[in-house]
């Protein structure tokens, strides 16, 4: 395994409407990108989230902490998907940022 990927995304929504939210987009992801990714496993405690991800034929773990003012993912990839975590990057903040828009 490789070091573990962290992501922060900043809000400005108070962290019960950006867990609500973040619930939202994570059952939009699963019907917008099934053939991807399959998620295997997903626990709340509180505004934590653990997580087991399915991509490529690879299993990847993590965890979202929903602060006040920020998304806090961290990730660990296989060797595999770690190659590609200049293209994740990117990809998790604009989709995680335009999931926690003002509305």
Same mark, same amino acid.
């Given at each position: 395994?490789? @070091?573990?990927? =962290?992501?922060? &995304?900043?809000?400005r #929504?108070? %962290?019960? *409407? @950006? /867990?609500? %939210?973040? !619930?939202?987009? #994570?059952?939009?992801?699963?019907?917008?990108?099934?053939?991807? #990714?399959? =998620? *295997? $496993? *997903? =626990?709340?405690?509180? $505004?934590?989230?653990?997580? %087991?991800?399915? /991509?490529?034929g690879?299993? @990847?773990?993590? =965890? &979202? $902490?929903?602060?006040?003012d920020?998304? %806090?993912?961290?990730?660990?990839?296989?060797?595999? +998907?770690? !190659? +590609?975590? $200049?293209?994740?990057?990117? @990809? &998790?903040?604009?989709?995680?940022?335009?999931m +926690?828009?003002? !509305?």
């Amino acid at each position: 395994m490789s @070091a573990p990927l =962290v992501v922060t &995304i900043p809000h400005r #929504l108070g %962290r019960q *409407e @950006a /867990a609500r %939210r973040l !619930k939202d987009g #994570l059952g939009n992801a699963r019907q917008n990108y099934s053939q991807f #990714l399959t =998620v *295997e $496993d *997903e =626990v709340w405690s509180g $505004d934590t989230l653990r997580f %087991r991800v399915r /991509a490529l034929g690879q299993s @990847a773990g993590g =965890v &979202i $902490d929903v602060l006040d003012d920020q998304l %806090r993912l961290e990730v660990t990839l296989p060797w595999l +998907l770690s !190659k +590609l975590t $200049d293209r994740f990057v990117p @990809a &998790i903040q604009k989709s995680g940022t335009l999931m +926690l828009e003002k !509305k």
